[in-house]
């Protein structure tokens, strides 16, 4: 028999809401996360830039490094032309003709198209230059040249100026070429020096 004096505790229930978030609490998260996003949505587009730019950098550097290396494996005079076909893009090409004798060919504006001079090419008879072309590289439309110019590489690997009549110039002077891309103020630069030094600045 139970004592009437005791009783049982009682059973404790807990007590929950059932309205959820207010209105008020969902305002303040959307105004927070609009915060955020207003900080980290700029800073995502310079950080893409900055990559694109790097990207190009390397890009060029990449292809003037193959240029000289493959002016030494093939005994060939090799340059990379840039802007050659429009903006963004540039091209190992080997030289048609002599590098003193003029070289109509190699100052055309179609030296760099696939369609002219394709890319592989289509033999690799010594009398029907030129066998040793590189595929056309573009680089993200973000990013511009700057300053430019077409470097030649000889089979000594040294690196040479060429005139714009397609004729070979000097070699490259002092501090030789820089190659320069930009994107908005932010310039990056591949440097060649006279014995076909490539690096970036």
Not at 60 to 73: G, H, T
Not at 174 to 195: E, L, P, R, S
Request: include cysteine.
């Amino acid at each position: 028999m139970a004592d009437p004096l005791h009783k049982p505790w009682p059973v404790r229930q807990e007590l929950r809401s059932a309205a959820g978030f207010s209105f008020v609490d969902l305002v303040v998260v959307m105004a927070m996360m609009g915060t955020l996003a207003a900080i980290a949505i700029p800073a995502i587009h310079n950080m893409s830039d900055a990559i694109a730019l790097g990207e190009a950098q390397r890009m060029i550097r990449s292809e003037l490094q193959q240029a000289r290396l493959k002016a030494v494996s093939s005994n060939r005079i090799m340059r990379v032309r840039f802007d050659c076909l429009g903006p963004n893009e540039f091209r190992m090409v080997e030289l048609i003709g002599t590098p003193s004798a003029p070289a109509p060919q190699d100052a055309a504006s179609n030296r760099c198209s696939d369609t002219a001079y394709p890319y592989p090419a289509a033999d690799h008879n010594p009398v029907t230059v030129p066998n040793q072309d590189g595929p056309v590289k573009r680089f993200d439309p973000v990013v511009s040249f700057g300053a430019t110019q077409t470097i030649e590489f000889r089979p000594t690997g040294t690196a040479h100026s060429v005139n714009t009549d397609g004729t070979s110039g000097p070699p490259l002077a002092g501090t030789g070429a820089a190659i320069t891309v930009t994107k908005g103020a932010v310039v990056k630069t591949v440097t060649v020096n006279a014995v076909g030094r490539v690096q970036n600045q």
